[in-house]
């Protein structure tokens, strides 16, 4: 950030009285302006055996394979961005049946919310994000072609938690470093 959102004075990064972080603060009007980490949040949409994935048709990662997600928006709750998401990107209408995973992803400045959802009908298609949808039994998820860690992991723990017979909230953070993505799982 370089100039302030109100004033358009130049800022410069600073700690602020009673604060403890470097903060970008105005010359001129003394705006202190946080960054904050985004909410990205979707939905695990299942229908009896199999879960709905999208292609994506939009960087970054065009051409992979992802559930429905995407960022939150101002005036509406994790839950109604999670299926206006799912609604977007694979035209498919959902019941939300409960909260399964929070993964932080400090890296990229994210904090993933995943809702288990049973989707309400067959009739989805390809929203104006994605080049294909479709319904995918375990064995045929295209592994290799995630887009990103935080999904392969959501999926790899809710197929565990499917065996098992009971899902649980999960909670993690996803880091990286020289060798790749480490997940730390904490519940």
């Not at 909410?39 to 960087?59: F, H, N, P, S």
């Not at 065996?163 to 904490?186: C, M, N, P, W």
Request: aromatic share 10%; with cysteine; charged share 25%.
């Amino acid at each position: 950030m370089n100039f302030c959102s109100l004033c358009g004075a130049s800022v410069s990064l600073t700690v602020p009285e009673d604060d403890t972080r470097e903060r970008h603060v105005c010359s001129r009007c003394q705006t202190i302006h946080y960054l904050n980490p985004k909410v990205v949040t979707g939905c695990i949409v299942e229908w009896e055996d199999q879960v709905l994935l999208c292609k994506r048709a939009i960087e970054p990662r065009y051409g992979l394979w992802t559930l429905p997600a995407g960022y939150m928006e101002v005036g509406e709750s994790t839950l109604q961005a999670a299926k206006r998401e799912t609604l977007e990107e694979a035209n498919a209408r959902v019941e939300v049946l409960d909260l399964y995973m929070v993964v932080n992803l400090i890296y990229v400045d994210q904090v993933y919310i995943m809702y288990r959802s049973r989707l309400l009908d067959q009739d989805f298609s390809p929203g104006r994000e994605s080049l294909e949808v479709g319904l995918y039994m375990e064995k045929d998820i295209p592994w290799d072609l995630l887009a990103f860690p935080v999904i392969r992991e959501t999926l790899r723990y809710y197929y565990e938690d499917k065996k098992a017979g009971q899902f649980r909230i999960r909670t993690g953070e996803i880091s990286r470093d020289a060798q790749g993505y480490v997940f730390h799982l904490h519940t």
